[in-house]
């Protein structure tokens, strides 16, 4: 694997939408050594996206989402799951890009602890699955993504496709229209999803 180099403030602080695509491919880490590559995500925008948790405005579960770009976004949903976002916007806090599931690289026996046993391909295929493969909770939100001893998203050379597929984003009730899902295509380890897909 090559070199990882840490995405700087200034990749986040772009079109949510943009800051979606391009983080296809790219490695999120964690300190302990576990690492996946980021294989599905879903924009969230700020003020016109009914479906994103700041569209009624700020509360204290949301706050992080209107702070700096490149800080992760952790909530709890459903009463049990946990759920990683990456804060990316330009001009109108309150964006994010949820990553809906990884291609696990490192720390495998970590992430089987943690998971239970199953198998490599359902260790971190879906949003709730990965956080629990990689141990992310609660204390990681608001953690700095460009800098500190947190997670952090790198780029080890991999490039985003050139055609990722697009679909509407899951489990939303409100703005199905947008095709703000983005996935690596033929990827093992995506969350599986019955949706209309194209190639964006």
């Known amino acids: 694997m090559a070199r990882r180099k840490r995405l700087p403030r200034a990749f986040y602080r772009r079109d949510t939408v943009h800051v979606a695509r391009d983080l296809l ?18 924009a969230y925008l ?12 700020r509360t204290p579960r949301n706050a ?22 990456a804060v990316a916007w330009d001009k109108t806090p309150g964006a994010g890009v949820l990553i809906r599931a990884l291609e696990p690289i490192a720390g495998l026996d970590l992430m089987h602890e943690a998971r239970g046993g199953v198998s490599e391909r359902l260790l971190c295929s879906g949003p ?3 956080t629990q493969a990689l141990g992310i909770n609660g204390d990681q939100n608001g953690a700095d993504l ?13 490039a985003p496709p050139l055609h990722p597929i697009a ?3 899951i489990g939303i009730s409100a703005g199905k229209e947008h095709l703000w899902r983005f996935v690596v295509p033929n990827n093992l380890h995506v969350s599986p999803a019955r949706v209309k897909q194209v190639h964006a």
């Open 25 to 42: 491919n790219k490695v999120l880490a964690m300190p302990d050594g576990r690492a996946g590559r980021i294989v599905e995500v879903e």
């Open 64 to 85: 992080t989402m209107f702070g700096p770009p490149g800080h992760m976004y952790v909530y709890f949903t459903y009463g049990m799951h946990w759920c990683a976002n």
């Open 128 to 130: 709730a699955r990965l």
């Open 46 to 57: 700020a003020g016109i996206d009914p479906a994103a948790h700041t569209y009624r405005g």
């Open 146 to 158: 460009v800098k500190g001893d947190g997670p952090r998203i790198v780029d080890d050379g991999v």
């Open 167 to 169: 679909t509407p984003r």
